[in-house]
């Protein structure tokens, strides 16, 4: 089983500034089925990237994903106040079909 | 326009059961896989359940795999999560949430998800 581990748990930044979330797996998976979401309080998660570096539709270029193997990470080039929320990366294993998601990193205001 | 209405939801005692339903519209319901997704209060995200678009093939998360049951019904564009054997671990906003086109199978990420129905469970 996929168990993936978001890093840091809580990241402090201010506007304008460039944010980079960790998402390592415990063992290589697929680039097809890594996926980054979105969740603000209150709201259900928004897909924001797929693929490792897809972004989806209507996202900011300001969202950039990447990596392989083990490690992939999601960026935010630029953060806008609205960015400021929490964010997990998910991965879809096929055999047997189930998905997986980090236990989320809390990115705040500082 | 995609929309996804979760009901249902609402106060069970341990070893209760309860339904939820997915009411789909604006996309062709049968041609996409769907999943329910579920998270606990101040937790993050843990998928629970997936099913194929006819419905012929489902899929549990080891949690409630022999308790919960997932099912569909085409002609009402509506998903079912039947939640048997309730326990105080299973308090948590449910959400329905399908995959992006051509997904009728499989479901590798979400690009829709509903608001939420909350399922507590205690006494």
């Known amino acids: 089983e996929i168990v993936l581990t978001q890093s840091p748990g809580t990241l402090s930044l201010s506007p304008g500034e460039r944010a980079a979330l960790s998402c390592r797996a415990n063992q290589s998976v697929s680039n097809t089925y890594l996926a980054w979401y979105q969740q603000r309080p209150g709201q259900a998660p928004r897909l924001l990237i797929y693929g490792v570096s897809s972004r989806a539709t209507g996202i900011p270029d300001r969202f950039s994903g990447s990596g392989s193997g083990t490690d992939f990470t999601l960026t935010i080039s630029r953060l806008e106040p609205e960015d400021f929320a929490v964010y997990y990366c998910?991965?879809?294993?096929?055999?047997?079909?189930?998905?997986?998601f980090g236990q989320g990193t809390k990115l705040e205001i500082k | 326009e995609v929309q996804l209405l979760e009901s249902g939801g609402g106060l069970v005692q341990p070893g209760g059961s309860l339904r939820l339903s997915c009411a789909a519209s604006?996309?062709?319901?049968?041609?996409?896989?769907m999943t329910w997704v579920r998270q606990a209060p101040g937790r993050g995200l843990e998928w629970v359940s997936g099913i194929s678009g006819s419905g012929g093939t489902t899929h549990y998360a080891d949690s409630v795999k022999g308790r919960f049951t997932i099912s569909r019904d085409n002609s009402k564009n509506t998903l079912y999560l039947q939640m048997n054997r309730l326990r105080a671990e299973d308090t948590a906003v449910y959400y329905c949430?399908?995959?992006?086109?051509?997904?009728?199978?499989?479901?590798?990420?979400?690009?829709?998800w509903g608001q939420g129905t909350l399922v507590t469970v205690a006494s």
């Open positions: 949430a399908k995959p992006p086109p051509a997904y009728t199978y499989s479901f590798p990420h979400f690009d829709y």
């Open positions: 604006g996309f062709t319901f049968a041609n996409y896989a």
């Open positions: 998910q991965h879809y294993d096929s055999s047997p079909p189930m998905c997986s």
